[in-house]
């Protein structure tokens, strides 16, 4: 799988959201009503995302684009920030970028929006059999990073 280049910078803030694809198709009924079921399980999230580059970071991306990925074509392996955290993501773009466009004295910003493979969601497990873990995962890993991580006095 072709990776995002090492070395430049993940997505701004800045405009920076998920749009799922529906799951969902509908039949009008006789009636007027609408039956609505789930036409596919794995469905495809579009991220817009915008990037602020030096020169030489967006030198790199448009070579990237261009020469690795072929215009844009073919599939690469991005980090993307989403609610389960800073993971790598399967996607691809959905149509050539926008920019660069100069920015201040000496920055480039680009902007694309990317189809992920596959919607980040947490595994079903945790949803149906452990809802308050999810909930409280804030202090879980407070606790890691601060109690756990010191020294023991034995």
Same mark, same amino acid.
Request: glycine share 6%.
């Given at each position: 799988?072709?990776?995002?280049? +090492?070395?430049?910078?993940? /997505? $701004?803030?800045?405009?920076?959201?998920?749009? /799922?694809?529906?799951?969902?198709?509908?039949?009008?009924?006789?009636?007027?009503?609408?039956?609505?079921?789930?036409?596919?399980?794995?469905? /495809?999230?579009?991220?817009?995302?915008?990037?602020?580059?030096?020169?030489? +970071?967006?030198?790199? #991306?448009?070579? @990237? &684009?261009?020469?690795?990925?072929?215009?844009?074509?073919?599939?690469?392996?991005?980090?993307?920030?989403?609610?389960?955290?800073? +993971? !790598?993501?399967?996607? $691809? &773009?959905?149509?050539?970028?926008?920019?660069?466009?100069?920015?201040?004295?000496? #920055?480039?910003? *680009?902007?694309?929006?990317?189809?992920? #493979?596959?919607?980040?969601?947490?595994?079903?497990? @945790?949803?149906?059999?452990?809802? +308050?873990? *999810?909930?409280?995962? =804030? *202090? &879980? =890993? *407070?606790?890691? !990073?601060?109690?756990?991580? $010191?020294?023991? !006095? =034995?």
């Amino acid at each position: 799988m072709l990776a995002y280049p +090492e070395g430049l910078p993940t /997505p $701004q803030r800045e405009g920076y959201g998920f749009d /799922p694809v529906s799951p969902m198709t509908s039949t009008k009924l006789v009636s007027g009503r609408s039956e609505r079921r789930r036409a596919f399980v794995s469905t /495809p999230t579009v991220a817009t995302v915008t990037w602020l580059l030096t020169p030489s +970071e967006a030198q790199l #991306f448009e070579g @990237w &684009f261009e020469y690795v990925l072929l215009s844009g074509s073919l599939p690469f392996e991005c980090p993307l920030l989403t609610p389960l955290g800073l +993971e !790598n993501y399967r996607a $691809q &773009f959905v149509d050539i970028y926008k920019g660069p466009d100069l920015i201040g004295v000496d #920055f480039w910003k *680009i902007s694309a929006q990317v189809s992920l #493979f596959k919607r980040p969601l947490i595994d079903k497990e @945790w949803v149906t059999d452990a809802p +308050e873990y *999810i909930l409280g995962s =804030d *202090i &879980f =890993d *407070i606790t890691m !990073n601060r109690v756990w991580t $010191q020294p023991r !006095n =034995d």
